[in-house]
C-alpha cells in the first residue's frame, strides 16, 4: 500500500523577533533496522541498527534532536521508499542489511545542482575546514626544529570542511561519542550500538553553501554570539607582568589614548618555577600579585575584562592551594601528598577543579579562562575522546549554566562540533610575511566549519632563528588586518626584542596602530550585527568569496581575500612596500564597490591592481551600503547607549538591520532589538529612514545620540529632518556630510531627507589624492626645509581649507585639484627645489 506523509515549512526571518518555531523530532521513516530522520530540507540523518535500538541522545557533532519541521515528502510502496525535499531526493531499497550503494541513492532536486550520492561515493572537492592550531607555522607550512638541531619543513594541511564543490557532503558518526542529560555539564558517553551500525547525516546543498551551513547548525547548534566586549582590543603577551607593570600599562594605554577591553595574563599569574610544576599552576604568584581579589577588583573598576591561561595537563600537585580538598574528593590522602593527574573525562575530578579552583577565581573576577592545552591529543581514560574538544565543551558549558554572564571560552579548535564553544585562538606562529599572507585564507576558510571566530596572535608569536627586531612594517600591516578579523589580539613570545607594546615604537608606527585600533572600534556596531547573522545563519563574518559567487571561478582563485560581513570585501596588504606603497590585486564581483581608502567607486566583474600607503588599507564597500559605525568617541564597549555614525555609501539604494541586545548575557535568542536604516536615491534627492526599532533587552536605552554621515560628495543644497529643515556639518578631508540626529527617540523612526546639485558624488578617487599630496607636503620640508612653494603647488596643498572657506565654490576647486594632481609631474618640475626632493615627492604622492 503507498503511503504519502507531508509537514508543514516553517520559514524565520534573520532577526525574527519570535522564539516560538514548531519543533518536530524529524523522523519520517522507521523499520525494524533502518530510521530516517529530515533535519532539514539539506541534511537527512540515516540509521542502521542491526538490532533495532537507534540513538536519540545528542552526539558531539549532532547535537540537537529536534528540528523546525519541514515540507519532506515521503513515498512508502511496500518496496522502496522515497523521501523528496525542496533540495534532494532520497531513494532506499527496503532490507536488513547495512546502507550500501544496492539500496540507497540521493539526488539533487530539480533546481539545485546536479549531484548523485550513493554509500561509499568519494567526495572530490572539499573546500577545507580549519585545523587545531598554527604552532610552528610559517604560511602555509610546518617549521621546526628537530632532535639533530636540523630546521624541517612540511606543508601544512586543514582538516575537511562541511562544504565541496561536489555539492554533498556527508557525515559518518556512528563512532561519535554521545552526552548525557546533565543540566550543567551534559557528560560524555560511549555508544553502545551493535558492531556494524551507521549513523550518517548527508548534506545536499549544490553550490548554495550559505544553505548548507545554515542546515549544518540545525542539527549541531548555533554559532553562539560573543559578549561585545570580545569584539574590542585584546592585549596578550607572554611575560612575567607583576601587578604594579600592569598597572602602569593600563594607564600608558589610556595616556596613548589605546582603547583596550581585554587584559590577557600569560602563565605567569601563577608560580612557575620548577619547585611549583612549571607551566601547570592553578595558585596565584603573591610575589607578584600581593593581593589578587585587589587586583582583579582594580581591573573592573577600569572596565577591563580580564583572562587567565591555563595549562592543565600536569594535574594538581601538593603544593597547591586546593590541593588537601580535591584530592580527598578524588580518593587520595592529602598526608601522602601524591600527585593528582588530569583526567578529562572524570567528572568528580573536574568538578572539583571547578568548585575549589576556577569557580572562587571567577567569583573575584577572573572573566573567562584561556584553556592552552597542547599536550596529550587525546584523554587517558577513554579512548579517541580528544582533550581538546572535550574540555572547550566542559569549560563552555560550565559557565553558560552556572553564570548570569554571556559564556565565552578562549581556546584550541577540537572538531566538528567546536563552533558551539566559539572563541579560538590560533596558537604559536611566525613572525614573518608568509604568517600574515596565509591568515586570510585559513580565516576565512574555518567558516567552512562554524568556526568563525579565531583570534590570532597579531604580528606572529615566535620569530625565526636570526630574526631580532620586530618588522615594524610587516606589525602594523598586522594589525590593520587584525581591525578587520574576528578577534583584535596582540601577543608574542616572552622574548626581550619582541615587546609589542605600542609606546616603545616610533611616532608614526604608534599612530597607524592607534587608527587601526579605533578603525576597530568605529566598526563594532556592524561586525556585532553580523555577529547575530553568524548565530541565526551560520555564516561567519570572516567568508570566502565563493559562498556569494559559487559559479565563478575567481572567487575560488583568489583565496586572500574575503568578506567582511554582508557589505565588506577585505583583501589585506600581505607583502612589504616599494618606495612607500605595497601593491595588492583585488577580484571584485558585479556591481559596485566603494574603495574607502581611495574614494573611488569601483566597477565589477574585474581584477584590479591598486596601490596602497603604510596609512591606506583595501577595504571594499559595496555601492550604496548603510554602515552603523560607533561615533569616534566611543573608546569602551560596554555601555548599550554608544553614540552612533550611520555611513551611507555613494553608488546606489541601502539597507542594514542595525542588532542590539545587552551585550554580555545569555538572552540573546529572544532579548533584543533591531532597528531598520535605509538609503533611497531618486535623481538628486536622498532619503535616510530610520524604521521605529523593534523588540527589547534588558537595560535598553530609549534614546540614542545618533548622527548620520553621507560619504564622497558635495554639500547639500537642503537638508531636512522629519521636515524641518536643519543644520549640517561637512567634512572635507572625507567630502563628507554629517548630520547630527541628537539625541533621537528609537522608538519613534526618523526621516531624513537631502537635495544635492546635479552630479553631486565625488567618488573617482580625488578623496585619495588629497590625503596623499597633503600628507607628501607635510613631510616634504623635513627633506628640504628652504621650500618656498610656487601659485600650483601651494594652493593644492590647502585644498581641505578650501573647500571649508569656499563651501559654494566646492565643485570648482575640486575640479581644479583634480586637474593639478592629473598634471602633478609637470607641476613638481616646475616647483623650485633639488632634483633629489622632487623624486622624493613623487613617489611619496604614489606616481
Same mark, same amino acid.
Given at each position: ?483 578587520? &578579523? +574576528?578577534?583584535?589580539?596582540?601577543? !608574542?613570545?616572552? *622574548? /626581550?626584542? =619582541?615587546?609589542?607594546?605600542? $609606546? ?70 600581505? &607583502? +612589504?612596500?616599494?618606495?612607500?606603497? !605595497?601593491?595588492? *590585486? /583585488?577580484? =571584485?564581483?558585479?556591481?559596485? $564597490? ?254
Amino acid at each position: 500500500m503507498k503511503k504519502i506523509f507531508t509537514a508543514c515549512l516553517t520559514v524565520l526571518s534573520v532577526f525574527s523577533l519570535s522564539a516560538t518555531t514548531p519543533q518536530t523530532d524529524g523522523i519520517v521513516y522507521k523499520d525494524k533496522t533502518k530510521r530516517f530522520t529530515v533535519v532539514s530540507d539539506g541534511l537527512v540523518r540515516m540509521e542502521y541498527a542491526p538490532d533495532g535500538k537507534f540513538n536519540d541522545a545528542p552526539s558531539f557533532i549532532g547535537y540537537n534532536r529536534s528540528y523546525p519541521k519541514t515540507d519532506a515528502k515521503v513515498t512508502d510502496d511496500g518496496k522502496n521508499v522515497t523521501i523528496t525535499t525542496s533540495k534532494l531526493t532520497l531513494n532506499y531499497k527496503k532490507c536488513n542489511s547495512p546502507f550500501s550503494a544496492d539500496n540507497l541513492t540521493i539526488v539533487s532536486a530539480e533546481g539545485v545542482k546536479p549531484f548523485e550520492w550513493k554509500p561509499g561515493t568519494p567526495q572530490k572537492m572539499n573546500l577545507e575546514g580549519t585545523t587545531r592550531t598554527l604552532d610552528w607555522w610559517n604560511g602555509d607550512e610546518l617549521q621546526w626544529e628537530n632532535r639533530e638541531g636540523e630546521w624541517c619543513t612540511r606543508p601544512g594541511k586543514l582538516d575537511p570542511g562541511v562544504l565541496a564543490r561536489d555539492g554533498w557532503t556527508l557525515i559518518d558518526d556512528s563512532r561519535g561519542f554521545l552526552l548525557d542529560d546533565d543540566p550543567v555539564i551534559p557528560w560524555v558517553k560511549k555508544r553502545k550500538s551493535k558492531k556494524g551500525a551507521q549513523d550518517f547525516y548527508f548534506i545536499g546543498y549544490g553550490s548554495d553553501y550559505k544553505g548548507a551551513l545554515k542546515d549544518f547548525t540545525t542539527l549541531s547548534g548555533k554559532i553562539p554570539i560573543l559578549p561585545r566586549y570580545a569584539f574590542g582590543y585584546w592585549w596578550s603577551r607572554w611575560w612575567a607582568y607583576s601587578e604594579h607593570e600592569v598597572r602602569q600599562l593600563i594607564d600608558n594605554f589610556k595616556s596613548y589614548d589605546i582603547p583596550v577591553e581585554v587584559l590577557v595574563i600569560d602563565m605567569d599569574w601563577h608560580y612557575t618555577d620548577a619547585e611549583h610544576g612549571g607551566w601547570t599552576g592553578w595558585t596565584w604568584n603573591r610575589r607578584l600579585f600581593p593581593e589578587p581579589e585587589k587586583f582583579l577588583n582594580y581591573l573592573r573598576d577600569r572596565n577591563l575584562k580580564v583572562t587567565l591561561n591555563l595549562h592543565p595537563a600536569s594535574g594538581i600537585k601538593k603544593f597547591e592551594q586546593a590541593y588537601p580538598q580535591i584530592a580527598r574528593e578524588n580518593g587520595v590522602d592529602p598526608k601522602t601528598e601524591k600527585d593528582i593527574p588530569w583526567v578529562s573525562s572524570d567528572r568528580t575530578f573536574i568538578n572539583s577543579v571547578f568548585d575549589h579552583i576556577l569557580d572562587p577565581m571567577t567569583k573575584e573576577g577572573v572573566s573567562f579562562w584561556w584553556l592552552d592545552w597542547q599536550q596529550s591529543l587525546y584523554d587517558s581514560k577513554m579512548d579517541s575522546l580528544s582533550n581538546t574538544w572535550w574540555l572547550n565543551h566542559t569549560f563552555f558549558n560550565k559557565m553558560k549554566n552556572t553564570s548570569d554572564a554571556r559564556p565565552i571560552i578562549f581556546h584550541r579548535w577540537g572538531g566538528l562540533g567546536n563552533h558551539r564553544y566559539q572563541l579560538g585562538f590560533s596558537g604559536d606562529s611566525y613572525t614573518t610575511w608568509k604568517t600574515l599572507e596565509y591568515m586570510p585564507y585559513f580565516t576565512s576558510t574555518a567558516s567552512n566549519v562554524g568556526y568563525g571566530y579565531w583570534g590570532h596572535d597579531i604580528g606572529g608569536f615566535r620569530a625565526l632563528p636570526g630574526d631580532s627586531i620586530i618588522d615594524l612594517e610587516l606589525y602594523t600591516r598586522f594589525f590593520q588586518f587584525g581591525a578587520y &578579523s +574576528p578577534v583584535m589580539r596582540t601577543h !608574542s613570545d616572552k *622574548k /626581550v626584542h =619582541l615587546n609589542k607594546e605600542p $609606546w616603545n615604537f616610533d611616532r608614526e608606527t604608534l599612530n597607524l596602530i592607534r587608527d587601526a585600533v579605533k578603525l576597530r572600534y568605529r566598526n563594532v556596531p556592524y561586525i556585532y550585527s553580523m555577529a547575530r547573522k553568524t548565530y541565526d545563519d551560520g555564516v561567519s563574518i570572516c567568508r570566502p568569496m565563493y559562498y556569494e559567487y559559487p559559479e565563478t571561478e575567481e572567487a575560488y582563485d583568489y583565496k586572500g581575500q574575503y568578506y567582511f560581513g554582508d557589505n565588506m570585501i577585505v583583501a589585506p596588504v600581505v &607583502s +612589504p612596500a616599494v618606495d612607500g606603497y !605595497s601593491k595588492i *590585486k /583585488v577580484w =571584485l564581483p558585479e556591481g559596485k $564597490w566603494y574603495e574607502e581608502s581611495s574614494g573611488t567607486l569601483l566597477d565589477g566583474n574585474r581584477v584590479y591592481e591598486r596601490t596602497m600607503a603604510m596609512d591606506e588599507y583595501p577595504v571594499y564597500i559595496k555601492a550604496g551600503s548603510v554602515i552603523p559605525h560607533h561615533a569616534a568617541s566611543v573608546d569602551n564597549l560596554r555601555s548599550n547607549s554608544a553614540p552612533l555614525s550611520i555611513s551611507v555609501y555613494p553608488g546606489g539604494d541601502g539597507e542594514f538591520d542595525l542588532y542590539e541586545d545587552f551585550g554580555d548575557d545569555d538572552n540573546y535568542a529572544d532579548n533584543f532589538a533591531v532597528t531598520k536604516i535605509r538609503s533611497h536615491r531618486e535623481g538628486n534627492t536622498l532619503d535616510i529612514t530610520f524604521e521605529p526599532r523593534k523588540g527589547s533587552y534588558r537595560e535598553m536605552p530609549s534614546k540614542r545620540d545618533v548622527d548620520v554621515k553621507i560619504h564622497a560628495t558635495l554639500q547639500p543644497e537642503k537638508v531636512t529632518v522629519d521636515g524641518m529643515p536643519v543644520e549640517y556639518t561637512y567634512s572635507p578631508e572625507e567630502l563628507a556630510v554629517v548630520v547630527d540626529l541628537g539625541d533621537y527617540d528609537c522608538a519613534k523612526g526618523k526621516r531624513i531627507n537631502m537635495v544635492f546639485p546635479e552630479n553631486a558624488d565625488e567618488a573617482d578617487g580625488t578623496i585619495g589624492s588629497m590625503h596623499r599630496f597633503v600628507k607628501a607636503f607635510g613631510k616634504l620640508k623635513d627633506k628640504y626645509a628652504e621650500l618656498e612653494v610656487n601659485e600650483d603647488f601651494g594652493t593644492m596643498s590647502v585644498i581641505y581649507e578650501m573647500l571649508e572657506y569656499y563651501p559654494t565654490e566646492s565643485r570648482e576647486r575640486l575640479s581644479t585639484f583634480r586637474d593639478k594632481f592629473s598634471r602633478l609631474k609637470d607641476i613638481v618640475a616646475g616647483q623650485p627645489m633639488p632634483e633629489s626632493a622632487r623624486k622624493w615627492f613623487v613617489k611619496a604622492v604614489g606616481l
